[in-house]
């Protein structure tokens, strides 16, 4: 993840290494609003993103002096918020949703999503997906996670990520079919 001003960002790491309490400032408004969206896509909740998001400040501020690569510090804070979102679904039981009972019967395949749909319509129906698929869907759509990566931090299978992905996807693709649906009976009405 680059933030503009990447020589200045490297500065600010150092800086904070240092112990600077104005440097973790800046890299907090650099980099708050970004890890902010990534929390909240993963739990589909503000308020438990905004003490996601404190504590994995407090964590990567806290662990800093381990960062070797000053230009590496969004990706690592990234992954501390991931990771953290991650811990908190485990303990709030809402990651072991099982996406097996959803029945296949209800899915139409998405090869892809019209371009031209509004994102802020998705984005909307994302936060509806269950919260073990919409989690898997964010990593990995979203955030560019490899499904082995994904297996790897939510501790099962890449089979089962692939497959909830999948599912997912197609249930997004319904869910943006049936708005289309709704979208033209309504024009026809009108006209």
């Not at 909740?45 to 504590?55: G, R, T």
């Not at 072991?96 to 998705?122: A, G, Y």
């Amino acid at each position: 993840m680059k933030i503009a001003g990447n020589g200045n960002e490297i500065q600010l790491v150092r800086l904070c290494k240092r112990g600077s309490t104005k440097a973790q400032f800046k890299l907090y408004k650099l980099y708050s609003k970004a890890m902010f969206n990534i929390a909240v896509r993963m739990t589909n909740n503000s308020e438990l993103a905004e003490d996601i998001l404190q504590d994995a400040f407090i964590k990567a501020f806290s662990d800093i002096a381990r960062l070797k690569d000053e230009r590496a510090f969004g990706g690592w804070l990234k992954r501390i918020v991931i990771n953290r979102c991650i811990d908190v679904m485990r303990k709030e039981r809402f990651i072991t949703k099982d996406l097996e009972t959803v029945s296949d019967r209800h899915f139409e395949i998405m090869d892809e999503v019209n371009e031209e749909f509004d994102p802020e319509i998705v984005h909307h129906f994302i936060k509806k997906l269950p919260d073990g698929a919409r989690q898997i869907l964010v990593m990995r759509a979203l955030e560019g996670y490899k499904h082995a990566e994904i297996g790897e931090q939510l501790g099962v299978s890449e089979s089962t990520v692939k497959t909830q992905f999948f599912r997912a996807k197609q249930l997004l693709g319904k869910m943006i079919r049936d708005e289309n649906r709704k979208i033209f009976k309504t024009e026809q009405i009108k006209a």
